[in-house]
């Protein structure tokens, strides 16, 4: 069972564009939502994240848009640079048993191209 | 601070065989959390150790075992491997009750 939607799973983007990856939940126990960039060979390094009690955050030039009703959350990449082109993850988190699980999407390829 | 580190970066083995990958916290983290990324696809969990004890796992069959020692490192442990084992293994280290993980370089095992 998905429990974390994520789309486009690639895109291509101009340089100075705006890059947009969209992802979704199902659990609303779900309290932490991280964004992650992975570049080859690379383990996942953290981006930005968010609670649900917030609807949005920035940092620099990334920006995560939070809908609690409509259970969707988003990454905005404003001004994009080839140096951005990696694989972007989202996930949603929660304790759980006294553990924290955290539910992966399935990944965006960004290509961001001069 | 020394970041998260794992060991080997490549391994390859045959089906059958048996393998032991290393994980080193950040400095000071005492949760330790494994996870299995195929080809595409995001990572996996596959279980958390905190106190030496795994405190939680995802749906990976018992031939995939670990231990966390005193200092925090970890070990993860496959068993009877198959090729669909064949993925980059990562592990990630956090403070306890806190929600932030930070993630090693990954170990890339392949079984032919």
């Known amino acids: 069972q998905q429990q974390v939607k994520q789309s486009p799973q690639s895109l291509i983007v101009q340089k100075g564009g705006i890059s947009i990856i969209n992802c979704a939940y199902e659990?609303?126990?779900?309290?932490?939502f991280p964004w992650y960039q992975q570049f080859p060979g690379k383990g996942p390094a953290l981006l930005i994240a968010?609670?649900?009690?917030?609807s949005e955050k920035k940092e620099g030039r990334f920006t995560i848009s939070f809908n609690k009703s409509a259970k969707q959350f988003s990454l905005h990449i404003m001004d994009s640079q080839p140096g951005d082109s990696a694989t972007y993850f989202c996930?949603?988190?929660?304790?759980?048993?006294?553990?924290?699980?955290?539910?992966f999407g399935i990944g965006t390829k960004l290509q961001v191209i001069p | 601070e020394t970041g998260v580190t794992q060991s080997p970066t490549h391994l390859i083995k045959t089906r059958g065989q048996q393998v032991t990958l290393r994980c080193s916290s950040q400095?000071?983290?005492?949760?330790v959390s494994w996870y299995q990324q195929a080809l595409g696809q995001g990572p996996q969990f596959i279980f958390q150790?905190?106190?030496?004890?795994?405190?939680g796992r995802g749906n990976f069959p018992p031939r995939f075992s670990g231990l966390q020692f005193p200092n925090y490192s970890s070990e993860l442990n496959v068993n009877a491997l198959e090729l669909d084992d064949s993925a980059l293994y990562l592990c990630?280290?956090?403070?306890?009750?806190?929600?932030?993980?930070?993630f090693g370089p990954g170990t890339r095992l392949t079984v032919l």
């Open positions: 990630a280290s956090s403070f306890t009750g806190r929600p932030r993980q930070f």
């Open positions: 659990n609303t126990a779900f309290d932490y």
């Open positions: 968010i609670r649900p009690d917030v």
């Open positions: 996930a949603a988190s929660r304790v759980s048993g006294g553990y924290q699980k955290v539910t």
């Open positions: 400095s000071g983290h005492n949760t």
């Open positions: 150790y905190y106190r030496e004890e795994e405190n």
